[in-house]
């Protein structure tokens, strides 16, 4: 038996004392960012560096370098924290390492290149929690990543780590913890949004055994990353909510199932299983109170359709992960058809919390019917990239503006897709105000356009759902006005079709069938009966599917076609793509705007581009194959996207009007 | 005649060697076949028939499983793996012009491996890396916020690596 091994919670209480004392809480800690999406920034190199430096200058025993789970902002990695101060530092580059080593940790000086500097006030911020993306946030389940090795269990039990398994263990009945879950009001963080309490109550009044606690990890939603990074920087925050869990309902088993893609999860997680299992949380006789729980690892094989939970449980036992009806439900007859409490990782994160800081505090927060926070992946068109944690029922525009940052290079936003590809395209496009400077004018407007825009839509399960999307796991891709809604509703249903696993046929048909009509109206093909086609095919689909896979497939084109209907019309009706997207009909112009860099013509694969150096350019329009490469490098958006046919209309205009740049300074107001 | 033998029997030993890990349980057959994989670089025939034999499973199941999951292919892979992220986040950013640029280039659709076994592309449908769309990944090495130019770089990077370790291993 190992000697670490925890034999009570008096023992785990002692352990926490000895950690806190032998703190040094004025010690240096540099602590790194090492997320995946710091890790392909290159905070690896970053690490390094601070390594060496310390080596050399013999400080280990005086400074330490942690590298930290995810800090949730992605987009401004590799992020670096020097502790006690709490001076956060972003886009590290190793080079810049080293200044940090020599004025900060050893001068005791800021490195103002580093700082965060508020793009809109300009002003200089010195601490994380001050800047703008994080002020509006609550970080109650992130929180603890900033602060932690997620390899070293002493850190998170130094944090009050599994002091509410203790608590649940030998204070609190099993029925006293669903109970105080069902009181909460905690629902499952994985989509469906099911009260977590009332599932855990169904799966104990079950009399069979063995039952089987399973944690979802096949995070397959693209664009979703908040599972991912809470497995990688605070693994044991979800196995002490699996324990708590599993004793509740009087389970001796749980499995993680997690995505391949992940490897840091997996690596992760490993090592913490293991950490706990020496520590006595894992295995038999938890802490000395005769309870036995122990958890097994499997890697997903990359099907979307595995985060359906028959579906991953049919994979769980070695088969091809294809859902079942759903007649008896899974608590009652699950994995090896015993029961089975499947819920998702952030899910059981929040069990602990609701232990420890007791149900009450956890309702207070969020909405009437959804509580507590919800973590989101903010990605695609937005100025802040990130994981964000924010509490239920803030507005789209909060998120979108205060914690996002608006849209970048000046565009507008244009649409919001919540819940993955089971989700819908909400519209956030605000009217453009007629008159500058009245703020009443603003709400007149869109009363007058009687304009439907959901930037102040509470943002939780109900709302979501009202307005034709859902929550789904949390992944919200914001779009722009670069963005077409034929386009993405067609990227959608693709993805679904190569995801559907063929069992039944609405999906596996007629998925393939939505997705050629809007192949055909994205080619400029399409008529009107193809829209009432599609609608009508979609609610078969919705109808008759046997999964929620296909059941929540049609979503985002009805979303599309509910908000976004004028551009479904310009598409079929003028044969014309408003965003510029669709390649069949769109025509690549140069208007004067352009400098004659030359970085178009060299991106060009088939040569269309023409043009002296610092002289206007053009597209010669029989050589262009649409492929957009040239629109992706202009800088001085000269490149424009017009109606098929239009490109030398705007390109002979452009030769009238285009006169050569006097200065650089010119070419960048021009 | 011998070399063959000695491979095969390499083959079934080492598929052993994988399901010994896990136990010959069919809930370990994923991360079995994926050993299997990270091993072969794809999923040989001859290796799942032997991984049938050692785990006692129907050929018919492991063949259902190597086929219905993303993750396998039964094709060999390339000697560079290059990697387009598709995830919405960096297909609202073009990622698709990043698709196309390397298809024509490398004169194979995404799925495929270019005829010299040089280079294999794919799609993936999300890395989780969305703040640098869009993205590529090069043999496991991360390529953000990708353009058309950087394409260019990072092929020419990819390719020069391995003739460099080709020239090395001849050296040797």
Known sequence: MSTNRLNSPAELAALKQRLEKNRNANKTVVTVCAGTGCMACGCEAVLKTFHEERKKDRLENEVEIKATGCHGFCERGPLVVVHPSGVFYQRVKPADAKLIWEQTVKGGQLVN????????????IKHEKDIPFYKRQMRIIFGKNGFMDPTAINDYILLGGYLALATALTKMTSEQIIGDVKKSGLRGRGGGGFLTGKKWATCRAVKVDPKYVICNADEGDPGAFMDRSLLEGNPHQVIEGMIIGAYAIGSHEGFVYVRNEYPLAVKNLTVAIKAARDYGLLGENILGTGFNFDIVISRGGGAFVCGESTALMASLEGKVGEPRAKYIHTVESGLWDKPSNLNNVETWANVPLIIERGADWFASIGTENSKGTKVFALTGRVNNTGLVEVPMGITLREILYDIGGGAPRGKRFKAVQTGG?????????????????????????????????????????DELTRVGSMMGSGGMIVMDEDSCMVDVARYFIHFLTEESCGKCLPCREGLVTMLSVLRKISAGKGT???????????????????????????????????????????????????????????????????????????????????????????????????????????????IKRVKRGEGDKLQERAREQWRPPLKKVTAEVS | MT????????????????????????????????????????????????????????????????????????????????????????????????????????GITAGETTADGEVSLETVNCLGACALGPLVTANGIYYGNMTVTKVDKMMSEVLHKTYDSETTEEAA
């Open chain 1, 421 to 461: 590809p089971s989700g819908g395209m909400l519209i956030v496009e605000e009217a453009q105000p007629k008159s500058h400077g009245s703020p009443v004018a603003h709400g007149d407007i869109r009363n007058e356009n009687e304009a439907v825009n959901l930037l102040d839509l509470p943002v939780d399960f």
């Open chain 1, 528 to 638: 009107m009966e193809d829209i009432k086609y599609l609608e009508e095919l979609s609610q078969v689909i919705i109808d008759t599917s046997l999964c929620q896979l296909g059941g929540s497939a049609p979503n985002p084109v009805l979303s599309a076609l509910r908000y976004f209907r004028q551009e479904f019309l310009a598409h079929v009706v003028d044969k014309r793509c408003p965003a510029g997207v669709c390649k069949d009909l769109v025509s690549h112009a140069i208007d004067n705007t352009c400098n004659g860099c030359h970085a178009c013509l060299k991106s060009c694969p088939t040569s269309a581009i023409v043009g002296e150096p610092k002289r206007l350019h053009y597209v010669i329009q029989d050589k262009c194959i649409q492929c957009g490469a040239c629109y992706q490098i202009c800088r001085y958006n000269s």
């Open chain 1, 113 to 124: 290149k580093l700082l965060y500097r508020d793009p809109q006030s300009n002003e200089i």
């Open chain 2, 3 to 106: 070399v063959a033998v000695d491979t095969k029997y390499d083959l079934q030993s080492k598929i052993e060697e994988i399901v010994g890990e896990y136990g010959a349980k069919s809930t370990a057959l994923i991360m079995i076949l994926q050993d299997v994989q990270r091993q072969y670089r794809y999923l040989p025939e001859e290796a799942l028939r032997a991984v049938a034999k050692t785990m006692k499973l129907p050929l018919a199941q492991i063949y259902g499983v190597a086929t219905f999951y993303r993750s396998f292919t039964l094709k060999p892979k390339g000697r560079n793996h290059i990697c387009v992220c598709t995830g919405t986040a960096c297909h609202v950013r073009q990622a698709v012009v990043i698709v196309d640029k390397l298809e024509r280039d490398l």
